[in-house]
């Protein structure tokens, strides 16, 4: 399975302000995703990260409030943009690689 | 949006005993899994069901899916404390890969 480097691994924000969550997968993968899971929740995917174009965003999720950057098949970000306390939430990549889906270890975001 | 609604929401069993939770989903799916997280930490992959298969095992787990009911469970046998954690469903529904996952059952097993 491929070994997913999710950074940071937590963080505390001012509200009104972004934070870019990176992953970084050690082989090349086309299918990325990432995923919000709010307290108590479950996960909820927010978009796929294509490569070379525009994230393909779900309903209720848009391009101006999480920016996705995918420059290559190794690489993505995730960008919480103007964040208020709502948005405080494990933030998680994904990728489907030989062997199955892997996930990253999470980021867990708190806005104050 | 949440495909899958899983029941119970909660559970709580003393060690020893079997668990046992289900998944219902709602469109066409390639194939079901489960995961489980321990105190919001990252997803372990538990067992992957294909949508032609009836029943899997993988140890103490015993897997099921019902295609005709969209519905699939998830049997931990003989439970331990270590097996307290939320456990997942998520279907692959198509050509994108893209997981949806169900809401979830807590599970609380006593020592």
């Known amino acids: 399975s491929a070994v997913i480097s999710q950074k940071p691994s937590r963080d505390i924000c001012q509200r009104g302000t972004s934070l870019t969550i990176q992953c970084q997968v050690d082989?090349?993968?086309?299918?990325m995703f990432w995923y919000r899971q709010q307290p108590g929740q479950s996960l909820t995917l927010i978009a796929t990260a294509n490569q070379g174009s525009e994230a393909t965003y779900e309903s209720g999720f848009v391009i101006d409030k999480f920016p996705i950057s995918r420059p290559n098949l190794t690489f993505s970000t995730l960008t919480v943009s103007n964040m208020s306390p709502e948005d405080s939430s494990i933030y998680l990549c994904s990728v489907v690689a030989t062997g199955g889906y892997t996930f990253g270890s999470g980021t867990r975001l708190t806005v104050v | 949006s949440q495909q899958g609604e899983e029941d119970p929401q909660a559970l709580s069993i003393q060690e020893g005993e079997n668990a046992t939770m289900n998944c219902s989903y709602k469109t066409s799916i390639n194939n079901l899994q489960w995961y489980r997280q321990n105190s919001g930490r990252g997803l372990v992959h538990l067992i992957l069901?294909?949508?032609?298969?009836r029943e899997k095992h993988s140890g103490r787990l015993r897997v099921t899916l019902d295609t005709s009911k969209k519905s699939s469970s998830l049997l931990i046998t003989a439970s331990r404390a270590a097996d307290t954690a939320s456990y997942f469903c998520a279907t692959d529904g198509g050509a994108t890969n893209k997981l949806i996952f169900g809401t979830g059952t807590l599970l609380a097993v006593q020592p």
């Open positions: 082989s090349q993968v086309t299918m």
């Open positions: 069901i294909r949508s032609n298969e």
